[in-house]
Structure formats: structure tokens, C-alpha cells
């Protein structure tokens, strides 16, 4: 029995102005767009959030992960928190192509004319062909709009975009204006997708029914070792492919598979291989089918190339499943129900990269706008099979003239948003290393969004900075909200409150130094470029996931809304556990999708049945584990110790969640041909005793070098104790100023041999700065008691009871005990300098301030106590620890 679950349909669609390229939003079978999901709120409410209840009202379910409810709309408004207005197409057809017929007959017709006939009726389009007097159907003809609509309307299907003829025709290479015919299909998606949530007959499903069965059975796994690789196939693919992919190449392209480097040819030739039915791999059929840079003869080469594939998987065992493990049936990830969820915020959206080529040189701009600032990858950047690309000192740039699409829509409206969803490979990346820029040079932008160790910058040019967008708007030092991790970060910008920071849904609360001005100083000519400055310098290494630029600063409602859809394609996967459960169409359901080149990431496990009647009541599940090809996966397996029952918190239809929980699970052979299934210790009556195997005895400790006993004061340690030290906050003004200009300078690690001389100038000037604010600061008194600072510096420190009314308290304080003299000694610290020692050069200092005449005297009693002080306070007493 199939599961209906309805969405709430996005409102504001239907006033969006007329784009000429969209973007396809993955729709999932049963018409669920990725578009389209979006809380809702009480009939009758107004506003930008507000909808109407469908005549056909549906329970709202829940399903882990996916929110979905029923709704029909019938109230739209912008998604940004704008109030609505009706907006001119602003991106006619390229071509010029322009309609002079009667008018439309209906409103649908109209809808027709603005979201498919002015973008597809362009003679780089449709209009070369669908024409009056064309070929049929002519459903851009120029002479009616209404004919126009008779014949593309059976073309296009509104409750299901994706699925439209327009879509799958272009999408299968029926004349795509572009170099790849999945961007095309993407772009007419977007446009019908507008046409219908316009219209308001979008109704947006996702079916749960029952996957295809396949019994978990014996599998080949590709082993640690590259040698059986290296001497099968990589000699035909270093042969005859290193032209192209490998690193060392005139024209390198991705992945590089051919590389002089073993490892890493084998590492990026797995996912290209079918061990199991070696012809099918993509070398092969690269060869054989598509007649892909065949050396002679593309039949005998696919032959050579299966036949060395086969050779490679013969040498490997099959790995056999354990006949005692209780399991679920086996799926693929192709198996499952695309469940990318939807409700994204991006009416607004002037440039827009999903990343979803997975090959070729280029990122194109499916925003809809035109024209499409498309970026051309250069350097060393790779695809990301979970849609993205990865820069590695490589850079996405696009041209100057498409680019200046930005300065003209953003410099109108006096406000934008950058969003993207991104990784930085490290935080260790100054510069700051440019994210996303749209600049001429390392000292000149219009704006910015960059990372400078653990923060986020974001350089904005207005009326109020300097051409390089400076001051820039940087997150809180002690906040550390850049991390080595996948992150949504949106930077937006309004004349009214300036520049603002989010970091995963949340406005970082850093305030812009900045007054908030118009962009009327923009520059035209500048480019967009990800991953480095347009001269190729201050380089950012990472990956994008998704790149949106957006004509209006996204209110803080609308950026938490696109951090909870989240990013990249997902999976519903529906493991079948009916034979051990007894539960008539019984699943354990999990969220599943490519985290990245190397990884998949499971997510909220739920157990369903797909029968209405189902009461699956008492059913005990124990020891859930992830396996991949045959066998348990070795890491990522989160549920091990899962211990629950099925209750009273299951819902028929939406299940019940058995964990928040997620897991990270090794990438095998790829997307293509991972299996994937379930085994348990305990799963309704059936169990599994799993012995856990002895673990190994440690290795005995390695015999490292003698490490020292002592070691340094970090740079807050140092800046902490030098406040304590002389009684003087941290937070004094003339204190701020300088630690600010040296902290960068002072140790980082409390390892004593990465001591350097310039982190001792670095504690010098600190301390010198702490000395002189004490000692002009009325606290001198009760810090040196009974030292006369009016005394001329002949007289202030001619007794050994006057110097010790200087040297003493900072001893003491520096040190943290009370001195005492006794005959002329000083008591001593079991460990501590030796206070003989430093009172010697202390002592030896004051002598030397002394030696002055005439008017360089004056004033020296003050600057004799400041060197004093300063010298104590720099030396190893505040940095040794």
C-alpha cells in the first residue's frame, strides 16, 4: 500500500519577475518539489507567510527529517519578508524575440506567455523550430498565444515539473543551448515550476512504496592494496588516458585516474569500476557506447578494457555473509525515494550554483536570470558526487561581463544576500582566503565573503568604506565560528542595517563597524570568482555545496528557513524487515545521501509499515548495524548499542523515529553499486550473539625523546598574568590597543622549543605598556608603598630600603609571596628564579638610569620605575610556565 504525503505549497512564486534560466528543483516521484516545502500558518492570517486551506484538506504527517502538510495556495507574497509586488520582466529572450498577437484569452494563457513562451520563444531556444509554419508542435509560435498555449500545454505537467516533456526532451539532448543538457533541463523545470506555483495547482506528493527486493548476497570489495589494480588496469589508463586525467597533463581534467601517482589513480578509478559485472563499468562503457577517446578500435578497446577489469575483480575474494546474522533485504542508494526536502528561499535569487554537472569545466548559473554569470573551473578543483565542488588552490570564476549582472541588479536595489553552504578544508587559512568575491584586484571589490582562521570576514564597498570594502564586518575572535566542517554562512547587506553575519541559521551578533550606505561607488567591471582574489592570490581551499546571490538581504526567519532544508540530494531507503518482524510490509527507513567523495551519511532511522493496519506494538529492536557489500561497515555504527521497542509513539503512516542519531559510512565502489542493509543482535523474536573480538594487546609505548619540564605561557595565559601581575584590567583602553597589534605575535603552543626571539619582542612591548599604565595610574601608591615618585632620580634610590620599595613588590607579585630581608638576603621559592639573581639586575638597571645630567634627569625617577617594572614583567618569570 502506497503512503500519500502531501506539502505545503511555497507562496510568492506568482509575483516573481520573468527569469529566462531556472533551476530545476529535484522532484521527487510522486511530484514532491524540492521547492515547495514551507511551514504554514492559520487560514486567514496575512502577511508574507500566508496561506489558504485547500479544498481538499489532508492530515498533516511527520515523517523524521521531512515535514510535510497539505495545502493548496491561494495567497502569495515574497519569501524574503518583502511585501509583495507585481515586477516586469526584466530578461527578455536573448534573441529578441517578441510577440505582437492577439492577447491572451485567459489568465493561464498569460501565466503561459510569461513563464514559458518569453523564456523558450528565443531562436537560441525553442523559437528556431516550434514555430507557425515549423515543426510541430508549435508551441512558441509568434503569430497566437493562444494557439501557442493549445500546443504546449499537453508538453508541460504542473503537478509534476520535472516530469514535463519540455523537461525530458532537452534533458535526453533534444537541442540544449547548453553543453550540458541536464543544465537545460534544469533551467525549464525552474520555469514550469514558477508556472505552477503561480497558478497554484502545484501539489507537491512524496509516495512511500515498496522498493525493489534484493537478498543480500555475496559481494566484492575493493581491497587496501593498489597492487592487483596496478597491474591490470592502470597500465591501459596510464597508457592512454594520463593526456587528459592526471595531474601532470597539458589539460588536466578530473578525476585523475591516470595519475603518475598509484594511490591516487586507484582512489579516483574505483567508483568508475564494477567488480561484479565488469562491463558495466563506466571505463568500459565510456569506450564501447559513448566512443570516448577510443586509442584504434572502440570495440576491441571496451574488450581490453572489460577484460582488465576482470582480471583486477578475479583476484579478489567474495566476501560471504555471515549465515547467522538476522538482516534486512539489501538495497541500493539508487533504490530509494528521492526525498531532497524543499521550501528553499529563493525568490530573489539572481545567481544560483547547485553544482549538479558533476563533470566538465564549468559551473552554470541557474538562477534564471540573465545572463547567466557561469563559472569556468580552473586549477585544481574536482566534482563532488554529492553536488558540489571541492577547491584545492583551484578557482570558479566567471566573466567580467556576465558578472556585471550583480552591479546592476544589486546596485538598484541598494541590497543583497550571500548564501552558501560551504566546508573550509582547514582554520588555519588567513588573508582573509577568499570564499566568494566579486572584485578587481586584492585591494579593490564590491564585495567579499572570506575566511580568516577561525572567522568569517565580509568586505562590503559602500558610501561609508574604502574601495576594498574596508572596515570589514569580522565574527568574534573567542566565538571561532569558522570550523573544518560543512556550514551554512549567509552575509547580507541593506542600506538600513548594514552588514549582518549567520552562521548555520544564526545571526552571530557581531555588529558593522560600518555606517550603512547606498553601493553607488560599485564598480562594473569586476568579476565573481569562488576560491581565490581574480589575480589568483589570497586562495581559500574547501568545498561548496551551494552558491545562491540573492537582490535582497534575507530576513533572519528566511536564512533559519534554508539552513533547516538543508543541501544536496537525499534518499529515503526502506530496508524490508517483514520476515523477522511479522509486521506486514515492515521497514527500518533511513534519510540517506552522499556526504561527499568518500562518504555516505545516514540519518533518522524510523520503523514504517506500509499497511494502514498494521500494530507493530512490542517489537524489540537491538544492535542495529550498517553493512556494505557483504559485510558490516568497520567505522560509523552509530546504533550498535540501540536498544528500543516498538510502542505507544508509533504512528501509523509516519512510524516511529528510533534515534537522532547519525553516522558517516565509507564509500565503497560508489553510488552506482554500494549495497547497503541492515543486521541485528535482537529483532522481534529472532537474535544474534555477537562475540566481540578480543582486542589486541597495546603496543608498547614508543621511546620518545626526553620532553622538557617546563614550557611556555600561551598568549592569553600572558596577557592574563601580566594583568594580574600589575593590578591593571585587561580591558584598559591604552592595554586593548596593544595587545591587539601583538597578540598574534606571542606563543600559540606551550612547547618550549618553538620559543622564537620575535615572540620575546611581542612580550616586551606588552609588558612595557602594562608597566607604564601602573605607573601613571593613581594605584602606583599602593602598588610601590612608600616610594616617593617626586623625588629626583639622584635621591629616589640612593639607600638599598628605597630600591627594595620598588624591586619588592614586583617581585612579590610576579612570583605570588611576600618578600622578607634578612641581613641583606631574600627568602627563596623552592622552585623559582633565583631572587639574588633577578635583584641584581634589577638593581644593575637602576644604576645604569641613574648615570644622566642636566635636563635629561627629568622626569627619570618616574621612567626608571616604568624600565623596572617593564623589565621583570618581560622577562621569563611571565613567560616560563
Request: aromatic share 8%.
Amino acid at each position: 500500500m502506497n503512503f500519500e504525503l502531501s506539502s505545503a505549497i511555497r507562496a510568492g512564486a506568482a509575483l516573481l519577475p520573468v527569469w529566462p534560466c531556472g533551476t530545476r528543483r529535484e522532484s521527487i516521484p510522486g511530484g514532491l518539489s524540492a521547492r515547495s516545502l514551507s511551514p504554514t500558518v492559520p487560514q486567514g492570517q496575512t502577511g508574507s507567510r500566508a496561506f489558504a486551506s485547500s479544498s481538499q484538506p489532508r492530515s498533516i504527517l511527520h515523517i523524521p527529517g521531512l515535514f510535510f502538510a497539505a495545502a493548496i495556495l491561494s495567497a502569495c507574497s515574497g519569501g524574503s519578508g518583502q511585501d509583495t509586488e507585481e515586477l516586469p520582466n526584466t530578461n527578455p529572450p536573448s534573441s529578441g524575440a517578441s510577440y505582437s498577437g492577439p492577447a491572451p484569452e485567459t489568465d493561464d494563457v498569460k501565466q503561459y506567455k510569461r513563464y514559458i513562451w518569453d523564456n523558450l520563444a528565443a531562436e537560441n531556444r525553442c523559437g528556431s523550430c516550434h514555430v507557425e509554419g515549423g515543426q510541430s508542435p508549435h508551441f512558441v509560435r509568434g503569430d497566437d498565444i493562444n494557439a501557442a498555449y493549445d500546443a504546449g500545454r499537453d508538453l508541460v505537467n504542473l503537478a509534476r515539473p520535472a516530469e514535463s516533456r519540455l523537461v525530458t526532451k532537452v534533458g535526453g539532448g533534444h537541442n540544449c543551448w547548453l553543453s550540458s543538457a541536464d543544465a537545460c533541463a534544469e533551467i525549464i523545470t525552474n520555469y514550469i515550476e514558477e508556472w505552477a506555483l503561480a497558478s497554484g495547482s502545484l501539489t507537491n506528493t512524496i509516495t512511500l512504496t515498496a522498493p525493489v527486493e534484493r537478498t543480500v548476497g555475496a559481494s566484492k570489495s575493493f581491497p587496501t592494496s593498489s597492487g592487483g589494480f596496478g597491474g591490470t588496469v592502470y597500465p591501459l589508463l596510464r597508457t592512454y588516458c594520463a593526456g587528459c586525467h592526471s595531474e601532470d597533463a597539458g589539460t588536466a581534467q578530473q578525476p585523475y585516474f591516470a595519475s603518475a601517482n598509484l594511490e591516487q589513480a586507484y582512489d579516483a578509478a574505483k567508483s568508475k569500476m564494477n567488480l561484479d559485472n565488469p562491463a558495466n563499468s563506466r571505463f568500459s562503457l565510456r569506450l564501447g557506447k559513448e566512443f570516448h577517446n577510443c586509442w584504434d578500435d572502440c570495440d576491441a578497446n571496451e574488450a581490453e578494457m572489460t577484460a582488465a577489469i576482470q582480471a583486477f575483480a578475479d583476484s579478489i575474494p567474495l566476501t560471504q555473509v555471515d549465515a547467522n546474522w538476522v538482516i534486512s533485504k539489501a538495497l541500493l542508494l539508487t533504490d530509494g525515494i528521492v526525498a531532497s526536502s524543499g521550501g528553499r528561499v529563493e525568490n530573489n535569487a539572481i545567481a544560483l550554483y547547485e553544482f549538479k554537472t558533476g563533470s566538465g569545466t564549468t559551473a552554470y548559473d541557474t538562477s534564471g536570470v540573465n545572463p547567466a554569470i557561469d563559472l569556468t573551473l580552473t586549477g585544481d578543483v574536482e566534482w563532488l558526487g554529492s553536488w558540489g565542488i571541492q577547491l584545492k588552490g583551484g578557482k570558479a570564476q566567471g566573466a567580467t561581463a556576465t558578472s556585471r549582472k550583480l552591479y546592476d541588479t544589486l546596485s538598484a536595489t541598494g541590497e543583497y544576500t550571500i548564501e552558501a553552504w560551504v566546508a573550509p578544508a582547514n582554520v588555519s587559512q588567513e588573508g582573509p582566503a577568499r570564499i566568494v568575491t566579486y572584485s578587481g584586484g586584492n585591494d579593490i571589490r564590491n564585495f567579499t565573503l572570506g575566511q580568516a582562521l577561525y572567522n568569517y570576514t565580509f568586505q562590503n564597498r559602500s558610501d561609508s568604506t574604502d574601495a576594498d570594502g574596508m572596515p570589514a564586518l569580522i565574527t568574534d575572535d573567542m566565538a571561532e565560528r569558522a570550523q573544518a566542517t560543512l556550514q551554512h554562512v549567509v552575509a547580507t547587506y541593506d542600506p538600513i542595517e548594514g552588514r549582518k553575519l549567520y552562521v548555520n541559521g544564526e545571526f552571530t551578533g557581531d555588529i558593522d563597524p560600518a555606517t550603512a550606505e547606498l553601493l553607488s561607488t560599485w564598480d562594473d567591471t569586476f568579476a565573481l570568482a569562488l576560491g581565490s582574489e581574480v589575480s589568483n592570490d589570497n586562495k581559500w581551499e574547501g568545498s561548496v555545496r551551494l552558491l545562491a546571490i540573492h537582490s535582497r538581504a534575507l530576513s533572519a526567519e528566511d536564512v533559519a528557513t534554508n539552513y533547516a532544508v538543508g543541501v544536496g540530494e537525499k534518499y529515503l531507503l526502506l530496508f524490508k524487515v517483514e520476515e523477522h518482524t511479522g509486521i506486514p510490509q515492515s521497514y527500518v527507513m533511513f534519510e540517506v545521501q552522499q556526504f561527499d567523495n568518500y562518504g555516505y551519511l545516514f540519518s533518522e532511522p524510523t520503523f514504517v509499515s506500509l499497511d494502514d493496519n498494521a500494530d507493530p506494538s512490542g517489537i524489540a529492536i537491538e544492535g542495529m548495524r550498517i553493512g556494505v557489500n557483504g559485510r558490516e561497515a568497520e567505522v560509523g555504527q552509530a546504533w550498535a548499542n540501540l536498544s528500543t521497542a516498538i510502542n505507544g509513539n508509533y504512528t501509523s503512516g509516519t512510524g516511529q523515529l528510533l534515534s537522532r542519531l547519525g553516522t558517516i559510512i565509507t564509500l565503497d565502489k560508489g553510488p552506482e553499486y554500494d549495497e547497503f542493509f541492515l543486521t541485528f543482535e535482537r529483532l522481534g523474536s529472532e537474535t544474534f550473539t555477537r562475540v566481540e573480538p578480543v582486542p589486541a594487546a597495546p603496543a608498547a609505548p614508543a621511546d620518545l625523546d626526553p620532553q622538557s619540564r617546563i614550557g611556555l605561557r600561551r598568549f592569553e595565559q600572558i596577557h592574563a598574568a601580566l594583568s594580574r601581575a600589575t593590578g591593571i584590567s585587561s580591558a584598559h583602553p591604552d592595554i586593548v590597543d596593544t595587545w591587539e597589534k601583538v597578540k598574534r605575535q606571542l606563543p600559540v603552543e606551550s612547547d618550549i622549543q618553538g620559543f622564537l626571539a620575535a615572540q620575546q619582542m611581542g612580550i616586551t612591548q606588552l609588558a612595557v605598556k602594562y608597566c607604564s599604565t601602573l605607573v601613571d595610574s593613581p594605584s602606583r601608591s599602593s602598588y610601590f608603598p612608600g616610594f616617593d615618585f617626586s623625588a629626583p632620580i639622584g635621591s629616589a634610590f640612593d639607600t638599598p630600603a628605597k630600591r627594595a620599595q620598588v624591586i619588592d613588590p614586583l617581585i612579590s607579585n610576579l612570583l605570588g609571596h611576600e618578600m622578607t630581608w634578612h641581613d641583606g638576603s631574600i627568602s627563596q621559592l623552592a622552585v623559582a628564579p633565583d631572587l639574588g639573581a633577578v635583584e641584581t639586575e634589577l638593581n644593575s638597571l637602576i644604576d645604569t638610569m641613574e648615570n644622566c645630567s642636566g635636563s635629561d634627569c627629568t622626569g627619570r625617577t618616574e621612567t626608571t620605575v616604568k624600565a623596572v617594572c617593564a623589565a621583570a614583567m618581560g622577562s621569563a618569570m611571565i613567560l616560563i610556565h
